[in-house]
């Protein structure tokens, strides 16, 4: 358990809640209570129940033919974009809102960058009655234009946030101020694993589902449930840690982190946060984020919106320091073309976010025999115009 | 003995006066000081600028970018401060984000803050857990005040540990919210001001958030020993005649 949480909500030198004195009383109600409602035997039954019925679970862990043979080892899609909404987020918003719902909440809020979570939240808040307001960038709510459709006709009040680089950082301020502003009857559902202690443990717990499906599956198809790597994208990072989670404590599986490099890591367009990140403090939480000197934190830039974010959370900044994991990055240009790829080698079109966990096959060299598991997050469905403009389909 | 707490012996109805360094230009900090001590401002809170200041509303994280676009940096903020006990008496807080301090790095920031002048600091995303482990050491051997909120919603048990870590006063939100959002003295906030007073805390207190006239000035008045003005105070100065700015907006207050 070297890697998880400490009574402190530290991981490592990472962690712990940075909040103003506004947020602590809920923060606090939620860190005293999280585990023991999850734990609970009736709540376990109700989620598993949910992502059984509703989101569709067990996601097939997929051997991909073509994909294997192109790099000669066992290519593995875990299949998280088959879910209800397209994409692993809904596994965490089914968690938090029946935690929510425990805590007597009456009232919903979340930020979202791509819409993946934002569409998971409103979906949930219709499935269980709940007021919802997403917070969503401005620039991102040009860009997922489909997803700003579904919120709405799901019943979300969608505000845009105007200030900053108007992508996620910002939707995660507004909905920072938002729950500050209403500090009783509301719930914040953090869509990844960043935020102040307990939120990157408890989205972790819930996204741990991909790599607990992930073992079982693996064990059936090769008779270990061992591979050799597994690949996710990190964005703030919760599908890689979900589809981690269950393998961290094994050091003979190697952990791939794919961030996304933009125009370049050096371009000053990038969201490569392990490369260009420095330690410190982003949305409550102490770990690595990218800023200037002056601790002013800069505006990331990714094609995909999910990774648009200057930081990880701290779960990762301490799987990244202490060699655990490995974080590299992947521009916008590879990852679209491996998007590209993916739909015709295997008749998948990816999310852009998923198609960089994809892209780093291409730079990997794999002995024969050897079994890799890549996260396939979400599906593409949300990206079509920038794969149609990219590639002049 | 430090200029806060020889403050609060001496004073009643403290007003005190938040502004964002470096707004509406960055060659403005000092300059504004002078003016709100010679208008009658009891104490100032100086804050250096972040670019994800979630505690704030719309009106300060204006400030706060523009100020940043500017050029504004914690180490030009120092500089700016370098002869600040020439021209000011009165006592000087800086507030501002954990983030940049951490940048800073803590022993220099408290080490800084000593050097110019400055008495103690608000920054609302260092928790109280985390002052105690790491920054409480250097804060008190600069001899800083560390200045904690409390909101209605902030526990009695929470409240007498937070007293307990105070050495300047405490800062009291009128409600849960972002700066900017007007006071409502309904019956809930009265009760909670009044639970507050009687708990007779060792520290003074200020209330703050929300406070932007004559009215609600004397109103937190019955129930700390001063209030404290930001958003309002941030507007008024935006255009026009700083100086003249100034003394209007402080007129208001010493009729």
Redesign the interface.
């Known amino acids: 358990m070297k890697y998880k949480v400490n009574e402190k909500g530290y991981y490592g030198d990472f962690g712990g809640a940075y909040i103003p004195e506004m947020l602590y009383p809920n923060v606090e109600e939620l860190r005293q209570n999280y585990l023991k409602i999850i734990d609970d035997a009736d709540f376990q039954k109700e989620f598993h129940q949910l992502l059984k019925d509703y989101v569709g679970r067990p996601s097939p862990l997929y051997l991909a033919k073509r994909y294997s043979e192109r790099y000669g080892a066992n290519i593995f899609l875990k299949r998280e974009d088959l879910n209800h909404t397209g994409a692993h987020k809904i596994n965490n918003t089914i968690g938090q809102i029946l935690l929510a719902e425990k805590l007597g909440k009456k009232r919903i809020i979340a930020e979202t960058g791509a819409g993946q979570h934002g569409v998971a939240t409103a979906t949930v808040c219709a499935l269980r009655n709940l007021e919802c307001v997403i917070y969503m960038g401005e620039v991102d709510i040009e860009r997922q234009a489909p997803n700003v459709a579904r919120m709405k006709m799901l019943g979300a009040k969608v505000v845009p946030a105007t200030s900053g680089s108007k992508t996620l950082k910002d939707a995660t301020n507004e909905a920072m101020r938002d729950w500050i502003n209403n500090p009783v009857d509301t719930h914040y559902i953090i869509g990844s694993v960043v935020g102040p202690h307990p939120y990157p443990d408890m989205v972790a717990i819930f996204q741990s589902v991909i790599s607990e499906e992930t073992k079982k599956q693996l064990l059936e198809q090769t008779g270990s449930d061992q591979p050799n790597y597994v690949l996710a994208c990190v964005g703030g990072g919760s599908n890689a840690m979900g589809m981690f989670y269950h393998f961290m404590d094994d050091e003979n599986v190697k952990l791939i982190a794919v961030e996304a490099a933009g125009k370049g890591v050096s371009s000053g367009f990038s969201a490569a946060t392990t490369y260009l990140g420095k330690e410190g403090v982003l949305h409550g939480s102490r770990s690595i984020l990218m800023q200037t000197p002056d601790g002013q934190v800069v505006e990331p830039h990714s094609v995909s919106a999910g990774l648009d974010y200057p930081g990880i959370g701290p779960q990762h900044a301490h799987l990244f320091k202490t060699g655990r994991g490995q974080y590299v990055s992947i521009t916008d240009d590879e990852s679209l073309q491996a998007g590209l790829l993916c739909t015709q080698l295997e008749g998948i079109i990816p999310a852009i976010e998923s198609a960089h966990a994809l892209a780093y096959l291409e730079k990997m060299e794999f002995k024969a025999g050897e079994n890799v598991v890549v996260c396939l997050s979400g599906r593409g469905d949300k990206d079509l115009d920038t794969y149609i403009k990219y590639f002049n389909l | 003995m430090n200029r806060i707490k020889q403050l609060f012996q001496e004073k009643k109805n403290i007003l005190s006066i938040y502004y964002t360094a470096g707004y509406p230009n960055t060659g403005d900090t000092i300059q504004i000081a002078e003016a709100l001590e010679k208008s009658g401002a009891d104490m100032l809170e100086i804050g250096f600028p972040?670019?994800?200041p979630?505690?704030d509303?719309p009106v300060i994280?204006a400030s706060s970018?523009q100020s940043?676009d500017q050029g504004m940096?914690?180490?030009l903020l120092f500089e700016q401060l370098k002869d600040l006990r020439k021209k000011v008496t009165i006592p000087v807080l800086l507030m501002g984000?954990?983030?940049?301090?951490?940048?800073?790095g803590v022993e220099n920031f408290c080490k800084a803050c000593a050097e110019v002048g400055v008495d103690g600091c608000i920054v609302?995303?260092?928790?109280m857990?985390?002052y105690e482990e790491f920054y409480a050491a250097s804060f008190e051997q600069h001899n800083l005040s560390n200045i904690?909120?409390?909101?209605p919603?902030?526990?009695e048990e929470?409240i007498r540990k937070i007293d307990g870590l105070s050495n300047g006063f405490i800062y009291l939100?009128s409600s849960?919210?972002?700066t900017g959002?007007n006071l409502e003295v309904s019956n809930t906030t009265e009760d909670y001001f009044g639970r507050i007073k009687a708990m007779n805390l060792n520290n003074p207190t200020m209330i703050g958030f929300g406070i932007s006239d004559k009215q609600t000035f004397d109103k937190a008045c019955t129930y700390a020993n001063g209030a404290i003005i930001g958003t309002a105070f941030v507007k008024a100065i935006a255009e026009g005649n700083l100086e003249e700015s100034v003394s209007t907006f402080m007129k208001k207050f010493k009729v």
């Open positions: 972040y670019s994800d979630v505690a509303g994280q970018k940043l940096t914690l180490k984000y954990v983030n940049p301090v951490l940048q800073f609302p995303d260092l928790p857990v985390e904690f909120l409390i909101t919603q902030t526990a929470r939100l849960s919210a972002t959002k």
